[in-house]
């Protein structure tokens, strides 16, 4: 059920932030002179893609963690452990999603 939760919290988190990187972009935007939802889609598809890449690096882990979680045994005691990545993957999901759906009210 915490799980579930987790990626409830992630979708919201996913939504806000492409919220945040819409209005961001809005303005950066109005500062170029360009249509405002060119630049909104422009740093939401940003923000999505930075935000994949981070849930990758995060779901793979780094050698470090990867060695900690064999040394440790912790997989039985904590099935969660080494899915930090899937919150991101979920925000970034999204984030791509709202962004393509700009870009396609720009046509």
Avoid: C
Avoid at 57 to 62: E, F, K
Avoid at 66 to 94: H, L, T, W
């Amino acid at each position: 059920m915490k799980f579930l939760k987790d990626i409830g919290i992630s979708l919201l988190k996913g939504i806000v932030f492409a919220i945040l990187f819409a209005v961001i972009g809005g303005i950066f935007s109005l500062m170029k002179a360009w249509p405002m939802l060119k630049g909104a889609y422009i740093f939401v598809l940003i923000g999505g893609s930075i935000t994949m890449v981070i849930s990758i690096a995060l779901l793979i882990g780094t050698p470090k963690m990867r060695m900690d979680m064999v040394r440790e045994g912790d997989q039985r005691k904590n099935p969660q452990r080494g899915a930090e990545g899937i919150g991101p993957a979920f925000m970034g999901i999204i984030m791509m999603i709202i962004g393509f759906w700009l870009e396609a009210m720009m046509h």
